[in-house]
């Protein structure tokens, strides 16, 4: 039994059935994510000013994960283009490297939650004596004069201290930070606290604050999309290559469907980027 | 079969056969590469400078990312020479895509008779 | 030339007018060589074919209303006769679930897991299963002429995923603490601070049902669109078609929100984010980073809820429109005002969702933009309904029972639909909302609404399905006992509600009588308090009148009335133009539509009826969008 259109276009619709699908799918993808973006206005607008945090990703990573999402696109495209001009050995050239660039991104992904499973915030008492080393080589200690946070990437665990790259913040003194680029400008230094001190901390995991949470929830979401993707991609480049000899048009759609998929979730990259990091 | 192809040409589909229409587009996706790459630039170094009106700093963001979206969209995914049913299909999904976001901002911002501490 | 595979003994004269649907006995062999290995678990159970996941989403679709509708009997039992123990299944609880149900009575906390489960045993693993998937999937591809849906493995695997959500649900009632309490509509902050269990397992059952219902929806869809057989145009397809079609819109584009919002939600529970947990919560023993909103739950979640209903109602419109003018012998009337209504239903059903917050502190502005929409989406509605009403004119009307439940469908549908308008309106709403009433007016809609449209479709195309009939006699003694149960259960309610009596009361509201003294205000009523127990009887006796259908859809499996010929009812659209049950692809040769779905009585011709594919030189009208 066939079911008619599956390679040959539909003349009313001038599509066929795979390509129809795939579409019906991302507009519900497109209101999945859609969704997640209203709630991330939502929150956002709904935070007291000057509570939003900017500054705590890491720009260049995500610039560089946006790069390689971009030129696997390109890739995954030429890869059809070169199915549908019969060169099968391009074709597999091209999705190796759109394989290699969802590794190299789900790669970056990983370390940029680590990085931030790493990074702490400290709530420290009054009267605490913090060692601060500058980024000059000049060491000196500071005494706090009232409770205060300190916050930055935990980089050693003493047996009676933490050892920490970043910054004190006197809730009272400092104005909050109310645009992405003052918060590029905060100085960092090797501060070292004693665990004494220390009446609470935590990371900056989905928990520490609706910003985490919707980051994470936003990219971790987007990042099972790539995997995924790729998964599909990746059959279809190995175990499931053999249909090019028995049924060319069909595979050549097959890439087309999965490649549809692909630009989709490289769009939705192309506005969390700026929405999460730069914003 | 070959009446198929005709019947496909005479549609005017992007699913053509021919080698050299293909490097036209192959052209493209090289160009719509370059611009997105040049967009992705743009929007990282707008976000250094010193832009006080957050309204204005989100509109240069989203501007360039919908005009990036709209390169993969249009290029990458042939959207632009895609048939009448999929436009409808996502037309009606960005109309009610809108609708949600817009219509529940709308009805959690605080009401003249409640002041909250904003 | 006819050839049956697994049916000889059904051979008849009236298949000779329809040569176009069978063939050739070589061919037909052919087939039977491929496909005549495939053992039992391929056949039944990992089947691809469109009529068997039809068929098992409608027996696990029954089975499951026949659960959910158990838990309201024992519900029932504790608003009427608060504290007492249950009889006969009091025990039985105990046993099962421990604590809970001390002594055979139903706690409070019991008693809300149970709405809570109600609710959504009946929404999403109930109605919409059996109305939209199981229907959908059996008489779609057949009323279209297609071979199969466009994705038959797909198909199956949306079947699968909505098992394993059906089973994480059932199984929560087994773990410590029980199901989900927070109700269906699971609101923030209690459903996220709520300490058992059964809520995780209620969201993750949520996202298993909600990707079944997407990939069902992207088939549909994709079936209806290009599957199309030549001559099938849009105008011409079955009112039944329109209505999924519709419903698969409103499912691909409603439920995705809802994912979302379970997902966040799941991450408050496990991953301690505060999505929907406002700043200055204080839960004992979590720390809550606040931000969050609750409101930003209800409006996802009502985001999918609003067009949900309509999910509910618009194939069972459908399948009492195909019903309505097969019994009346005559086209449905206003045919085009019918779709066009469908369609706009479908798109308004996405702007009116606030209406289900209005108690939430919104602004006039943004509740007077929802109660604009809420009543412009009536409009289409009444259109549709009354369409329906007006085929009844001047019908050759046969009373069998699938025509007694459509016919019963529309006062009923009609009695939910205005009932809901003072809902529709915040002022009166605020009097109104999270009353009895509320649940009178959905259950109106749902209950002798929805369901008796899907019975009215199980009594039509069981024939179909199995070859026979099922009894008239039992099937007009379901229906009676149906409808009168139905009403004395539902309309009282529309009093208590007026009368002030609150939703999700374990005790069904006796704490509120007890303030009634003569004289004072507030409080309810002893007539009020009485309807409880009314209700509750009811409610039972409706329970009794399922066993008749019960008995009856098992027994005629092979004990009903054969039928004549294929197409028994005499109607016009292209399933009944297959042999009974179609073999596997349908039709052997692509059927050619030559008319409209609902040719009957057509001056001129010999029958009274004309089937869609009855070719009589007329020439065929090539196929358009």
Same mark, same amino acid.
């Given at each position: ?279 | ?118 | ?88 299944? =009091? ?6 679930? =421990? ?105 993750? /059952? ?60 799941? *991450? ?38 609003? &067009? ?37 239903? =479908? ?15 919104? /602004? ?47 006062? *009923? ?10 809902? =529709? ?66 309309? &009282? ?14 005790? /069904? ?13 507030? /409080? ?56 009974? &049950? ?20 057509? &001056? ?22």
């Amino acid at each position: 039994m066939e079911i008619p259109y599956t390679t040959e276009p539909r003349e009313d619709t001038g599509l066929f059935n795979a390509k129809v699908g795939i579409w019906l799918f991302l507009a519900s993808e497109v209101m999945l994510f859609g969704a997640l973006f209203s709630s991330y206005i939502l929150l956002r607008v709904g935070a007291e000013p000057g509570a939003w945090p900017h500054g705590l990703l890491n720009i260049p990573l995500g610039m560089t994960n946006t790069i390689v999402l971009i030129v696997s696109s390109i890739t995954v495209v030429m890869a059809w283009a070169s199915l549908k001009m019969k060169d099968f050995a391009k074709f597999k050239m091209f999705q190796s490297i759109t394989l290699l660039c969802a590794m190299i991104f789900v790669g970056i992904k990983s370390y940029e939650y680590h990085d931030k499973f790493t990074h702490y915030e400290f709530q420290v008492k009054n009267g605490a004596v913090l060692e601060v080393h500058d980024e000059n080589g000049g060491h000196h200690e500071l005494q706090l004069k009232t409770d205060s946070v300190l916050d930055g990437h935990l980089l050693e665990t003493t047996e009676d201290g933490y050892v920490v790259h970043g910054h004190v913040i006197d809730p009272q003194a400092q104005a909050a930070v109310t645009h992405a680029w003052q918060a590029r400008e905060i100085k960092e230094d090797h501060i070292t606290v004693k665990k004494s001190d220390v009446t609470y901390k935590e990371n900056y995991g989905p928990w520490h604050n609706t910003y985490m949470a919707i980051y994470f929830t936003l990219t971790g979401l987007h990042a099972l999309h790539v995997i995924g993707g790729a998964l599909v991609i990746g059959f279809l480049w190995g175990p499931g290559a053999g249909m090019w000899k028995t049924d060319p048009e069909r595979y050549t759609n097959r890439i087309e469907i999965s490649g549809l998929f692909w630009h989709f979730v490289d769009l939705v990259w192309i506005f969390l980027f700026p929405v999460l990091y730069l914003l | 079969m070959s009446d198929k192809h005709d019947a496909q040409g005479a549609h005017g589909t992007h699913d053509a056969h021919d080698a050299h229409d293909f490097k036209q587009h192959v052209r493209r996706y090289l160009f719509v590469f370059y611009a997105l790459i040049v967009g992705t630039v743009i929007t990282v170094a707008a976000s250094w400078a010193h832009i006080d009106s957050v309204a204005l700093t989100v509109a240069i963001a989203l501007f360039i990312a919908c005009i990036k979206g709209f390169l993969v969209a249009g290029y990458f995914m042939h959207l632009m020479s895609e048939r009448k049913m999929i436009y409808g299909i996502l037309l009606a999904t960005a109309f009610f895509f809108a609708g949600l976001m817009y219509l529940t901002i709308w009805s959690m911002q605080p009401t003249s008779l409640v002041h909250m501490n904003q | 030339m006819l050839i049956m595979r697994r049916q000889p003994a059904q051979l008849t004269k009236l298949m000779s007018t329809q040569a176009a649907t069978t063939h050739a006995p070589a061919h037909a062999d052919a087939h039977d060589g491929h496909h005549g290995h495939a053992g039992f678990w391929t056949t039944y159970v990992f089947s691809t074919d469109h009529k068997v996941i039809g068929i098992q989403y409608g027996i696990t679709a029954l089975l499951f209303l026949f659960f959910g509708f158990c838990l309201m009997m024992m519900m029932r039992w504790s608003i009427a006769y608060p504290g007492k123990p249950i009889p006969i299944v =009091g025990p039985l609880l105990e046993k099962v679930l =421990g604590d809970v149900a001390a002594k055979g009575v139903m706690g409070p906390d019991l008693y809300n897991s149970f709405g809570a489960m109600h609710g959504t045993i009946m929404v999403f693993l109930g109605v919409v299963p059996l109305a939209f998937a199981a229907f959908g999937n059996f008489v779609v591809p057949l009323q279209i002429g297609a071979p199969d849906m466009a994705f038959p493995r797909i198909n199956m695997a949306s079947y699968q995923a909505y098992v394993v959500g059906g089973l994480i649900m059932l199984i929560s009632f087994f773990i410590p603490g029980g199901a989900a309490q927070a109700g269906w509509t699971s609101y923030s902050p209690l459903a996220t601070t709520i300490t058992t269990n059964g809520q995780t397992f209620w969201v993750i /059952g949520m996202v298993f049902l909600i990707t079944s219902s997407l990939l069902g929806a992207v088939n549909f869809l994709a079936t209806i669109i290009q599957l199309r057989a030549p001559g099938m145009t849009w105008m011409r397809l079955p009112f039944f078609v329109w209505a999924q079609f519709v419903t698969g819109f409103l499912l691909l584009l409603a439920f995705p929100p809802l994912e979302a919002a379970a997902l966040m939600q799941l *991450m408050d529970k496990v991953a301690g984010t505060s999505f929907f947990l406002p700043t200055g919560l204080a839960v004992v023993g979590r720390h809550i980073s606040g931000g969050g909103s609750p409101l930003l739950w209800q409006h996802l979640f009502w985001f999918l809820g609003h &067009p949900e209903v309509y999910v509910l109602i618009l194939p069972a419109m459908g399948i009492v429109c195909e019903i309505i003018a097969n019994n009346t012998r005559k086209p449905i009337w206003g045919y085009k005002s019918l779709v066009y209504s469908a369609l706009t239903i =479908g798109f308004l059903s996405f702007i009116v969702w606030a209406h289900h917050m209005y108690m939430t502190g919104m /602004g006039t502005k943004i509740s007077t933009f929802f109660q604009t929409t809420t009543m412009i989406i009536s409009i289409p509605s009444v259109i549709i309904l009354t369409c329906l009403f007006l085929s009844l004119w001047g019908g050759s009307i046969r009373f069998n029972t699938p025509m007694l439940f459509s016919l019963a469908f529309l006062p *009923m549908f009609g009695i939910g639909g205005l009932t809901g308008l003072p809902l =529709g309106f915040n002022f009166s709403d605020l009097h109104l909302h999270d009353t009895y009433y509320v649940i009178a007016h959905f259950h109106y809609v749902v209950a002798p609404g929805t369901i008796f449209g899907l019975f009215a479709g199980i009594y039509y195309w069981y024939p179909k399905m199995t070859g026979r009939y099922m009894s008239e006699f039992w099937g007009k003694v379901h229906f009676t006992g149906s409808f009168i149960f139905m009403n004395a259960i539902f309309q &009282p309610m529309f009093a208590q509600g007026m009368a002030g009596m609150l939703r999700r009361m374990a005790d /069904g509201g006796a704490n509120y009588a007890a303030a009634s003294v003569p004289g004072a205000i507030g /409080g309810l009523s002893h007539t009020i308090m009485y309807f409880n127990q009314t209700i509750s009887i009811a409610a039972w006796c409706l329970g009794l009148a399922q066993i008749p259908f019960i008995i009856n859809f098992f027994w005629s499996i092979k004990h009903g009335k054969k039928i004549e010929s294929d197409n028994p009812w005499h109607a016009t659209t292209l399933e009944w133009q297959t042999p009974t &049950p179609p073999p596997h692809g349908n039709f052997t040769k692509t059927p050619v539509v030559h008319r409209g779905p609902y040719e009957y009585s057509v &001056p001129g011709r010999d029958k009274d009826y004309t089937p869609q594919n009855e070719d009589d030189a007329v020439p065929a009208k090539p196929a358009r969008a």
